[in-house]
């Protein structure tokens, strides 16, 4: 775009020409269509273009300027209502500044002292379309949208379906009244109405005003009764009489005459109030649960009101302090893929840098693979299935402290050589394959050991009480290691931590009791705890590894069933074979899934983590350095179920699934997740159903829990009511957690 000083007369005409055309377009699709094609703040771009424009050559200002218009000319749907008085525009303020400069402007125009009171009053801006209702002998006569501000469109049969309008004032109203205000719609109610529309396979509506004003302007008013609209009076119109000397007493009688005004609405003395006023709205803004886009400010006196006028279609009185647009439009330059502390590949948006909500931005989430493909949460298309490309021109939203999004594009402006953006299938940070989730939408680096963005993670994980237990080396100390660029004291992986001592013993330049934080005597212990955890048992092994999904109740499941961590490790290889992950099922996968408590999430947590090469290098690393002892279980061998198989389905009322386990398997017995030919006894509580089933039609014995305590010769144990976290969970694993997807 060329620099407005670089205009000549001729490209500034053509210019002004062609944002008069490409404006009147856009109005008429917001206004009439109710569906805008590009962000406010693309709009605002545009006509502050235009506006710049006329400023350096007024003699091209054309009679058909944006800068012209009050809101559009009415559509031609509805009968015309001329309003009584017409409905004006506010004047803006964008910063606290602007609102000084108003309430000078005020006591200049008034003559009043610095020290005079001047009451004003300030409200939020409700995001809606205005409506004035005209009351005759308190009954609802007439409903007008502001249309040019003179005349309206007549939706008076429409209006009377809304709750918050009542068709007759309560109270002594006065003969002839005009309540002015807004109708505007809950996000709540928005977003189920959208869901509505996505099931009828209907189009979506933009945002919360545009689906007001779709609503609102139906030719058929049953439609615009079945929608959730509601309505905020701020204002009047033409009166009979004023029910009031002041903006305060005139709402609080609009109230009275069963109107909803808004909380939020209250008189200040001075601008410093005005403005924390505005900060504190500002602050419950998303959660008020409606849309509002800045505060209105008024002088309360109506006499004071009454001397000050107007300026063109502005009342000199008001002024509208404007919130920081949310949405800009740039170019997204690149798309960057961000590793988490949990593994979690989240592509990043590189943008040319925009200011959004009053901030600079140059980076915004993409959330995951999915949504660049213009597929959300379970399925559902969005962006009617618009995908994002590198070279996009996108628009990007910063609402509130949510982190910036990008959250549409505009494809008018797609580069002819964008192509689709195609994810990676391996971690940009350490080469691993990255896997799509079976159970979300997140693709994760499966490199959990070596993989950098990890490590620190990983090794605090590694090292924590439930894990190797390591005391000595806490946060503070596996960053430092960590980030240690000397080999004598590095740390990236859980066997350096076995080898620190090894390398502190050879070098001579980098002794760690030389190092700010450490001293002998915190060295000593620090290697004495490393040491004493040369020998750790099978399941603290396997939760310390922090493969995603095997918590301590798992780890355990599978210390217990496969008693080495070669037994385990060998499955868990074969399994994986053959590597196509939909074609998984050889006898190893099963066997895995037969476990009890251990499901198909878990099982392929497991085999991705073997597959990676990076893992079993790591893995082989930390073993010449540990000792994993085998899980001996103490069996009764003389127990009646010792040496059985046996399978326990359906609702437990004695003992918890895993209390069953843990005492089947003390008895001698090998607890299974499925019944098959080699099942000897199945235990089935009520509720069972297909294990039942088919233990029936395999022949296998089959007893009640009642019956299961008889077997064993015990009471059946007290009730326990201390419920197992689910097995898919593990809590305390990091790698279990939700990941930051902090772009920033
Ligand atoms: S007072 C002469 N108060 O903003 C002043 N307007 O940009 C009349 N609006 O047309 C308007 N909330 O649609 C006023 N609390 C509020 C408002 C409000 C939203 C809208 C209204 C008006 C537009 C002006």
Redesign the pocket.
């Known amino acids: 775009m060329t620099e407005i000083e670089d205009l000549t007369l001729d490209e500034a005409a053509a210019e002004l020409e062609r944002l008069a055309r490409e404006m009147a377009e856009h109005d008429r699709r917001y206004y009439q269509d109710d569906a805008p094609e590009i962000s406010d703040a693309a709009y605002d771009a545009l006509r502050q273009r235009n506006r710049a424009i006329e400023e350096r050559f007024p003699d091209l200002v054309r009679p058909d300027s944006p800068s012209l218009k009050v809101g559009t000319e009415v559509s031609e749907k509805f009968a015309k209502i001329t309003h009584a008085l017409p409905?004006?525009?506010?004047d803006n303020a964008f910063s606290d500044a602007d609102v000084e400069d108003f309430a000078a402007r005020l006591r200049r125009f008034l003559k009043l002292g610095e020290e005079a009171p001047l009451a004003i009053t300030a409200?939020?801006?409700?995001?809606?379309?205005?409506l004035s209702l005209r009351y005759e002998g308190g009954k609802l006569v007439s409903a007008a949208t502001?249309g040019d501000g003179t005349t309206g469109e007549d939706v008076t049969r429409n209006a009377r379906t809304i709750k918050d309008i009542p068709g007759t004032l309560k109270g002594d109203a006065p003969d002839v009244f005009e309540v002015?205000g807004?109708v505007y719609m809950t996000h709540a109610d928005f977003a189920a109405m959208n869901e509505r529309q996505l099931a009828a396979g209907k189009p979506l509506f933009a945002n919360p005003r545009n689906a007001a004003a779709g609503s609102l302007r139906q030719l058929d008013s049953r439609i615009t009764k079945s929608r959730p609209l509601h309505f905020?009076a701020?204002?009047w119109g033409e009166a009979s009489v004023v029910p009031g000397e002041t903006q305060t007493e005139v709402v609080a009688a609009i109230a009275r005459y069963g109107f909803k005004v808004?909380a939020l609405m209250q008189r200040f003395s001075d601008v410093a109030g005005l403005v924390a006023h505005y900060h504190a709205i500002e602050e419950q803004r998303s959660a008020l649960g409606y849309d509002i886009d800045g505060v209105?400010y008024?002088v309360d006196d109506l006499a004071l009101q009454k001397r000050l006028g107007f300026v063109s279609r502005?009342?000199r009185w008001?002024i509208?302090h404007k919130f920081a647009a949310e949405q800009a439009t740039t170019v997204l330059r690149d798309i960057e893929i961000q590793v988490g502390r949990t593994g979690a590949l989240t592509p990043v948006a590189k943008l040319a840098p925009v200011t959004v909500g009053g901030v600079v931005v140059s980076n915004a989430t993409l959330h995951n693979a999915d949504y660049i493909k213009g597929v959300g949460q379970g399925g559902v298309t969005l962006r009617e299935g618009r995908d994002i490309r590198i070279g996009d021109t996108v628009i990007v939203q910063r609402a509130g402290d949510v982190i910036p999004q990008v959250v549409d594009v505009l494809l008018d402006k797609r580069p002819a050589d964008a192509g689709p953006y195609l994810f990676p299938a391996r971690c940009p940070i350490c080469d691993s394959h990255a896997v799509r989730e079976d159970d979300g939408v997140v693709t994760r680096c499966t490199g959990g050991l070596i993989c950098p963005a990890q490590a620190v993670e990983r090794i605090r994980h590694f090292v924590s009480r439930n894990a190797f237990d390591i005391e000595g080396l806490g946060e503070k100390q596996v960053e430092f290691f960590f980030k240690a660029e000397d080999d004598a004291l590095q740390v990236r992986s859980p066997a350096d931590i076995f080898t620190l001592k090894e390398r502190q013993s050879r070098s001579t330049l980098k002794k760690l009791e030389n190092i700010d934080g450490f001293g002998p005597v915190s060295v000593a212990k620090l290697f004495a705890a490393i040491e004493e955890r040369r020998t750790v048992p099978l399941s603290r092994f396997l939760f310390a590894l922090g493969i995603r999904h095997v918590g301590e109740t798992n780890a355990k499941r599978f210390a217990r069933h496969y008693g080495s961590l070669s037994a385990f490790a060998a499955d868990a290889a074969t399994a994986v074979l053959p590597v196509e992950k939909k074609d998984r099922g050889n006898e190893a996968w099963q066997a895995m899934n037969d476990i009890d408590g251990i499901g198909g999430v878990v099982a392929e947590a497991v085999v991705e983590f073997f597959a990676e090469a990076h893992n079993r290098e790591a893995l082989a690393a930390l073993l010449d350095q540990v000792t994993v002892l085998d899980e001996v279980a103490v069996v009764d061998a003389s127990s009646p179920v010792a040496g059985k198989t046996v399978v326990f389905t359906g609702t437990l009322e004695q003992m918890t699934r895993d209390e069953a386990k843990a005492m089947a398997e003390a008895l001698g017995a090998k607890v299974s997740g499925s019944v098959s030919k080699k099942t000897d006894l199945v235990v089935a509580g009520p509720g069972a159903g297909s294990k039942l089933k088919q233990a029936t039609t395999l022949g296998v014995e089959v007893i009640d829990e009642a019956g299961w305590f008889v077997r064993i010769g015990r009471d059946a144990a007290p009730t326990q009511t201390a419920a197992e976290p689910p097995s898919d969970q593990a809590p305390g694993v990091p790698a279990a957690e939700a990941d930051p997807k902090d772009p920033a």
């Open positions: 409905i004006l525009s506010l409200e939020p801006k409700i995001d809606g379309l205005s502001r002015r807004e905020f701020y204002a808004n209105v008024k502005s009342p008001a509208a």
